[in-house]
T-cell receptor, first 110, second 114 residues
Framework: DVKVTQSSRYLVKRTGEKVFLECVQD?????MFWYRQDPGLGLRLIYF???????EKGDIPEGYSVSREKKERFSLILESASTNQTSMYLC?????????FGPGTRLTVL | AQKVTQAQTEISVVEKEDVTLDCVYE???????LFWYKQPPSGELVFLIR??????QNEISGRYSWNFQKSTSSFNFTITASQVVDSAVYFC???????????FGKGTKLTVNP
């Protein structure tokens, strides 16, 4: 079974802090994704990566950056967290047409 | 551009009722895939089904069934004899061969009351 894990299920940070959300997949997938989910807005793509050290902006990249130093790990970085980044963050990896999602991280920025 | 529309924001039913969740999509690709995911209150997205554009056969899995109609660009999901455990947010999604992105609808929140 494909497994996608995220470093935290719940996270509380303060405004201005630098925040790292980690995602690891164990199936050697090349494609990895970060989404945020907000009520009434569905899942919106923040960034994706199709290979190590490669990244592409998604639909809402502002305020975020990513890092992909190893194939299995894709990190989402909030350089200076703000309250409007309070959300559910979902990581996924993909092979062909099928995406596998992690359990999500509920981030609260105070 | 690809787009998925789930017009029903919230649906509330009583246990044992049948309920249909609508999904309408837009794409110019001839090869594409459609998905349904369930997201219970725990937050994890649960994969339910994948359909490719060349397979219009309807599918049934227990109490769940899916109706794919290319003529109307729809991929509707029906739950028969709903149960309280079906309460969740359901997402329809589209993946096109020419795009790296999985495009989601905004979701339908289903509440099944006892």
């Amino acid at each position: 079974d494909v497994k996608v894990t995220q470093s935290s299920r719940y996270l509380v940070k303060r405004t201005g802090e630098k925040v790292f959300l980690e995602c690891v997949q164990d199936m050697d997938h090349e494609n990895m994704f970060w989404y945020r989910q907000d009520p009434g807005l569905g899942l919106r793509l923040i960034y994706f990566s199709y290979d190590v050290k490669m990244k592409e902006k998604g639909d809402i990249p502002e305020g975020y950056s990513v890092s992909r130093e190893k194939k299995e790990r894709f990190s989402l970085i909030l350089e200076s967290a703000s309250t409007n980044q309070t959300s559910m963050y979902l990581c996924a990896s993909r092979v062909e047409s099928e995406q596998f999602f992690g359990p999500g991280t509920r981030l609260t920025v105070l | 551009a690809q787009k998925v529309t789930q017009a029903q924001t919230e649906i509330s039913v009583v246990e044992k009722e049948d309920v249909t969740l609508d999904c309408v999509y837009e794409t110019r690709d001839t090869t594409y895939y459609l998905f349904w995911y369930k997201q219970p209150p725990s937050g994890e997205l649960v994969f339910l089904i994948r359909r490719n554009s060349f397979d219009e056969q309807n599918e049934i899995s227990g109490r769940y069934s899916w109706n794919f109609q290319k003529s109307t660009s729809s991929f509707n999901f029906t739950i028969t004899a709903s149960q309280v455990v079906d309460s969740a947010v359901y997402f329809c999604a589209l993946y096109g061969g020419g795009s790296e992105k999985l495009v989601f609808g905004k979701g339908t929140k289903l509440t099944v009351n006892p």
